[in-house]
């Protein structure tokens, strides 16, 4: 434990640094928060694999790197033209864009998107937004217990507030795209509120890249608050570099009737893990999270979801695919626990696994939680290889083994990606599943 | 086109194919008849080079190679083409995509041009009429979710605009109403030309009615046993397969 405590002021102590920088210029409430999840983040130790939620997943190599902070914007030469492989046409002006975690007001534009839509850095918010913020800022992601959240926390200065007010309707999807830029091993926590008010709907793209093939650590925490009959639709695209680490939690609260749809999407890092909760405070909402990891190399992807169904009629769909290659790994763990009351719950799970390498593995545990009567529940896993029933019908109309073998993983991929209605997301997935595997396909 | 000699092939430890001897000429129309489990579709996939399968014995002579020679994706291109009885779906990859990807493949082999998604729907809406096939299966996933009856009218669409030289359909015919049954002969009678050949696996003389065969076979254990023209079918319809079993044999 010492040598842990020692890692832990050594590598992460900058947010004390931080406070001193911001003071005066947020309000109370906001670095108060701070300073109680600092002082929190000091009595608690990060996991290690003896804590049954890290089991498959040792942080170690993430927490012995001597990490450099960025407290200042430094666009580093960057320019909206050498973004733009980071954006997509459709949020082309409704996008955020943070460099090494620090808004970048230049690189941004928010001219796309309409008067209703409060769409801030955290640095940057009026009293009136500040106030909303305050209700739900840290309000559902708890830090008390985990380290990394507690970091996170203790680190809020910048970030991105998407809030549309109750009854608002917002067909133009914001972008938030996290850059990393930094050639020095660096630590950003990112941090993410969306709000959505009552009856409103909105599109999220939240998105993790890199400039350079680099070690530095994310230490994401995104919170989700859909109030009643609100609809979410979130995307998040995590692409870092691949000698990275990426740590993330997303925690989402979703009010009656409420409906929120996540598609995450994890390619980068060499150690990954998102946590995904959702909570379902009332009746007859609706959740759907669907997911994809493609790992190669010496990749090691986690994820961890929970749905939590306390009340009856909600519904839940989750389907996570995994690709794997070289010497990679996957863990996930999907818990769906259906607690006493939640009558007439309808919750499917599954999780699907193609290896294209014997050197790669999973650990894939759906789990289901019933203590309440009338319900409708599935789950299920598969670890699969391609077959050769299936690469011989292609071979037999003419299709080469390497292409064959393109065609079916680009399938298995693409019944997570097709459901995706933002064309050049759904474009660019495609491509970068596809070179990742060093494959190629001529398709539509 | 095909000479098959004395072919013996194995899956596993079980020989199944006990030295078949076949000749196709192009323009033939061959039906190939059999009981369960006595090699039909054994045949079918060793002509196609499945992996499963070991070749123990025997050759096979096509167009002037020895076929057994040639990967399997490079037979396809070479003009064989099988239609399966059970097959296989491909989910996340649209039919039309499926099938220019087949196309260009074949068209790079014959040293024609490839096409674009479009000038290939052009082709394809033309080849969907001789199938009756409704647009809707083209953007659908490779046989997912498809009925058995579309499965089969897929393959013979696949056939359509691959124009083999040989086609070996493996009970094409199984599973499908009267109306499909005459839609996918009828797409098969046009397909039909003096360059190219046809066996269909069949347990049903009801096809033979449809399609008319040059030649019918009976596979039994392994071996043709039996060798006549159509009215062959008709005397296995009524009589079963019991007085075609050589002297001694048992089901
Ligand atoms: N993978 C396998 N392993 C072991 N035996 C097999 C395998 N595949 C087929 N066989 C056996 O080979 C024999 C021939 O099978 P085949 O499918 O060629 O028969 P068929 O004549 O097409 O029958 P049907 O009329 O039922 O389609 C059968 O006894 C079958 O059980
Ligand atoms: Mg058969």
Known sequence: MAQVAKEKNSNFSAYKILAGMREGMDPAWLAALRAKAGARFEEIDFPTTRNEEWKYTNVAPILKVPYREIFDLDADGLTVERIAPFTFVESRHSQMVFINGIY?????????????????????????????????????????????????????????????????????????????????????????????????????????????????????????????????????????????FHVATTQVHQERESNYVSYAFSLGAEIARHTLNVVLTDEHTDTTIDGLYVVTGKQHVDNHTTMDHSKPNCTSHQLYKGILDGKSRAVLKGKVLVREGALLTEAHQLNKNLLLSKDSSVDTKPQLEIFADDVKCSHGATVGQLEDDELFYLASRGIAPEQARALLTFGFAEDVISKIKLKSVRKQLDKTVLDKLHQSLDLE | MLEIRNLRAKIGDKEILKGLNLTVRAGEIHAIMGPNGSGKSTLAKVLAGHPSYEVTGGEVIYQGKNLLEIDPDERAREGVFLAFQYPIEIPGVSNANFLRMAYNEKAKHDGRDELDPLEFDDLLQERMKIVEMDSVFINRSVNEGFSGGEKKRNEILQMAVLEPKLAILDETDSGLDIDSLRIVANGVNKLANKDNAIILVTHYQRLLNYIEPNFVHVLYKGQIVKSGGKELALALEEKGYDWIKPAGATA
């Open chain 1, 104 to 244: 970048s007001k230049e690189l941004s534009d928010l001219s796309g998107l309409p008067e209703s839509a409060v769409v801030t850095s955290l640095a940057g918010m009026t009293e009136e937004q500040a106030l909303v913020a305050s209700r739900h800022l840290a309000a559902y992601a708890k830090y008390q217990d985990d380290a990394f959240t507690a970091l996170n926390t203790a680190h809020i200065g910048d970030g991105a507030l998407v809030y549309i007010p109750g009854g608002k309707i917002v067909e133009t999807p914001v972008h938030v795209i996290f850059i990393s830029t930094s050639e020095e091993a660096s630590a950003t926590h990112p941090r993410v509120l969306i709000i959505a008010g009552k009856g409103a709907m909105a599109t999220i793209i939240e998105s993790y890249v890199s400039t350079e093939d680099n070690v530095y650590l994310t230490n994401a925490v995104t919170e989700v608050f859909a109030a009643e009959e609100s609809a979410i639709t979130h995307y998040r695209l995590q692409e870092e570099s691949e000698k990275a």
